[in-house]
């Protein structure tokens, strides 16, 4: 029997996120969530089937990801206008600094360690 992709994610999520909100937001917002892993998966795809192209996906996977910092960080910082913490306001600038100091180093593969070490920090911080 096939299951949409979006009754899958809203399954999995949405069970953790009911004791924190009272209205759920529905399933869209993981099945975009997961989409947005899309490029991440289709630059390490396309390493392995396309080696004399690493360079290149390296510094789309490092832009990418710089993207997505930023976009943590703006998150952060709607939440802190709501709720005035220098702590939130912090957390909202640090991940587009990070993301952005990546995008400046010369070698990639220490920008995307950097930059993973981040997302799990970010991780570490939203779970708490």
């Not at 029997?1 to 909100?21: D, G, H, N, Y």
């Not at 690493?54 to 206008?81: N, P, R």
């Not at 990639?108 to 920090?121: E, K, S």
Request: with cysteine; net charge positive.
């Amino acid at each position: 029997m096939f299951r949409s992709p979006a009754i899958v994610c809203k399954r999995f999520f949405t069970q953790s996120l009911e004791s924190k909100f009272p209205i759920s937001p529905g399933a869209s917002p993981y099945v975009l969530g997961v989409f947005g892993l899309t490029p991440f998966i289709g630059s390490a795809v396309g390493m392995m089937y396309f080696p004399s192209s690493i360079d290149q996906l390296l510094y789309f996977e490092t832009v990418y990801g710089c993207s997505i910092l930023s976009f943590l960080g703006a998150v952060h910082w709607g939440l802190a206008m709501t709720d005035v913490s220098s702590k939130r306001f912090v957390m909202s600038v640090v991940p587009s600094l990070i993301g952005f100091s990546t995008c400046l180093l010369p070698h990639l593969p220490v920008a995307l360690i950097i930059q993973g070490t981040t997302f799990l920090g970010l991780y570490a911080y939203e779970r708490k």
